[in-house]
């Protein structure tokens, strides 16, 4: 929304769809980039909060930006417990923001290392990184992590999602 009345808007539909999926037992969840303020009403009506903690400035996902995008939600009222930190499976050019490659792409062509987050001018978030922002998430007691976008994960031994789970399970 980028109008009161268009925030009004999003709030009566907020409020609606919580009404009907309650009875349903379905959760009603939203995605927002924590530069933009979230009013604090919307989190009342929502079960969770999907925190966009990337494509920000050149280097679109670092951990340290991950920190600050949780310390911004958590200053605005946002539950932690309610908190999902968004994890980049892609790369963005560091040169041209529109250029964005999958990380399976980046990894064929590049082959970055486990603790590199940039190869041939692109920045994503390699397993290492990863890893940390997972741990960022237990420790400040965020409800778990989000990723855009699955499809763009490598297979076999270079799945961004294999490195997750194992930290997942791991403190």
């Known amino acids: 929304p980028r109008t009161p009345k268009e925030e009004a808007s999003f709030d009566h539909l907020l409020r609606e769809t919580r009404r009907l999926f309650v009875p349903k037992h379905r959760t009603v969840e939203i995605a927002v980039n924590p530069a933009r303020p979230l009013p604090r009403d919307w989190t009342v009506n929502v079960d969770a909060v999907h925190v966009m903690s990337y ?6 996902a670092t951990y340290a930006q991950a920190e600050v995008d949780v ?27 529109g250029h964005t490659k999958t990380y399976a792409e980046i990894k064929s062509l590049f082959r970055p290392k486990q603790d590199q987050d940039e190869a041939g001018g692109f920045y994503f978030n390699g397993p290492d990184t990863l890893a940390k922002k997972v741990k960022l998430a237990k420790k400040r007691g965020l409800a778990g992590v989000m990723i855009w ?7 076999g031994k270079d799945s961004l999602l294999s490195t997750l789970r194992a930290h997942a399970k791991n403190p």
């Open 55 to 60: 494509d920000n400035g050149l280097r679109h």
């Open 71 to 97: 310390a911004t939600m958590a200053k605005q009222g946002v539950p932690l417990k309610k908190l999902l930190l968004g994890l980049p499976f892609y790369g963005r050019s560091m040169t041209n923001r």
């Open 149 to 155: 976008e699955i499809g763009q994960d490598a297979k």
